[in-house]
């Protein structure tokens, strides 16, 4: 049997889709069309059941993936590292969200780059969870941060760490507000307030008050910046309240330049999944990265 038409099969029994393994294995759709029917007409039998939108693996298909996947990731592996891994060095691509990566992942990864040039060369990229999980399924990314589980065989997620969100705000905005009143009315006492966002549509304002108040924020945004320590910033000038992860806006709040304005019983969380192509862990630049990932993160949540 043709090892080509295997990890041909092996693709699109992964992305779900021809359309989606033509580009991750630099063919065209009819192409892998072509060696998806070849390799039927040789076994006697349906791999894929075609679909609307992409296609769902036979019982026979899963029962081949199953057995070839294994075999063809450790030959992928060979191919790609060599025989002599040891004196290369080796570059991690990384995606994930700017302020995550920026202040927990990357500095983590650094430590396996290495003085002596045998560790790893790291090449970083940010973006929303759908565009990371894009680039990841696309084969520009070796590893994912997302806050985005991906459907179906294509990409594997692990559970990374919880992420804490607090509301916040500067002290004189507080002393506007009013701390009984504030423990008296609750969100009452909020509305109409300024808001600091990362978009329009308040995500992080909006996830809080539905999570803690069980309402919608009355307020709408009255700065709106793509990056949250962006917000942390506006919220210290004073601009409005905002809803940061603990992690980002913890020593501003030890240091008084933000006020944490309630402390509900069950703050609301945000879980980041650590996400890899299937298979690509045979691989151990990508295996180190993401197992260096995990034990940091426990000193994280």
Known sequence: MDLALLRTFVTVHRAGSFTRAAALLGLSQPAVTSQIRTLERQLGRPLFLRQARGVTPTTIGDELAHKAAPHLDALVEIAETGLDDESSVRTLHLAGPPEFTAERALPALTELTGDDGQGLSLRASFGTAEEVLEGLASGHNDLAISTVRPRGALLTATPLCDEEHVL???????????????????????????????????????????????SRPAASGTVIVPDLRAVLACAIAGAGLAVLPRYLCSAALDRGDVVELHEPAVPPLRTYVLVVRTGTLAMPH????????????????
Do not use: M
Not at 286 to 301: P, Q
């Open 286 to 301: 990508i295996a180190r990265a993401h197992e260096w990932l995990l034990r940091a993160a426990a000193d994280w949540c």
């Open 168 to 214: 916040v705000a500067a002290p004189r905005r507080v002393a506007r507000i009013g701390v009984q009143k504030l423990r008296r009315k609750g969100a009452a006492a909020l509305e109409n307030l300024p808001v600091v966002e990362v978009h329009e549509s308040l995500p992080f304002v909006s996830r809080y008050w539905a999570s803690v108040f069980d």
